[in-house]
């Protein structure tokens, strides 16, 4: 299958920082790629879905000025985390996909600690 | 918007036995059904997918059944295996709208 690559897959940061979370699909061209929010043993949660050179739809929720998401290249998408505080922390995991409902190739995701 | 429900949340079989997990959805413009497995502390990965087209599709020990007028479909995995222990995701999609998941099936293979 095709992969997805993610960096960093782990960062701690102090509250009030801003993270930078990037995504970057290695053997693909992604039109479309997701970002999921996975709380210790539950669901992948979409926050938002992205598209090459077009702005991210956010899911109903999310804070867009918060969760900023920029998918500059079709290789390339990225999640900041802005003023991050403590009930931010989780871990997230981005997939691409050539297609809105085609296969999704995960990424190993990030877990963000922010104290 | 789409919904999908997924049970059981936890299932323990013994080894050699068959597992099955059971999503619904609610859209019935779905087509699109894949099932994913995510190891602790690992990536999700497509184990299986079917389409409306096909009401069966089978992968060695895995198939996955889709009934398309009760909005239903199955993950069957038989003759279990150690490795086989993982939490199991369900998802649907019409084609216009992202992938929507189910909560997860956290299988245990006991040896």
């Known amino acids: 299958g095709a992969v997805v690559s993610q960096h960093p897959s782990w960062v701690i940061c102090k509250s009030g920082t801003s993270v930078k979370i990037e995504c970057r699909s290695l053997?693909?061209?992604?039109?479309?790629m997701f970002w999921y929010r996975q709380f210790p043993k539950q669901s992948l949660m979409l926050m938002a879905t992205?598209?090459?050179?077009?702005?991210?739809?956010?899911e109903q929720g999310v804070e867009k000025d918060k969760f900023l998401i920029n998918h500059a290249s079709l290789t390339l998408s990225t999640l900041t985390v802005t003023s991050a505080h403590p009930e931010d922390s989780s871990f997230y995991i981005c997939?691409?996909?050539?297609?809105?409902?085609?296969?999704?190739?995960f990424g190993p995701g990030t877990r963000l600690t922010v104290l | 918007g789409e919904n999908v429900e997924q049970h059981p949340s936890t299932l323990s079989v013994q080894e050699g036995d068959s597992a099955v997990i059971k999503c619904t959805y609610s859209?019935?413009?779905?087509?699109?059904f894949p099932w994913y497995k995510q190891e602790l502390g690992k990536r999700p990965q497509l184990i299986i997918d079917i389409r409306s087209n096909v009401g069966e599709k089978k992968d060695q020990r895995i198939a996955v059944t889709l009934n398309k007028t009760a909005k239903h479909f199955s993950l069957h995995i038989t003759e279990t295996q150690p490795e086989d222990s993982a939490v199991y995701f369900c998802?649907?999609?019409?084609?216009?709208?992202?992938?929507?998941f189910g909560k997860g099936t956290r299988l245990s293979v006991i040896a």
């Open positions: 992205s598209n090459e050179g077009s702005k991210a739809t956010y």
């Open positions: 053997d693909f061209q992604a039109t479309t």
């Open positions: 859209d019935s413009a779905s087509n699109y």
């Open positions: 998802a649907a999609s019409s084609g216009n709208t992202p992938l929507v």
């Open positions: 997939s691409a996909s050539w297609a809105l409902a085609a296969e999704q190739f």
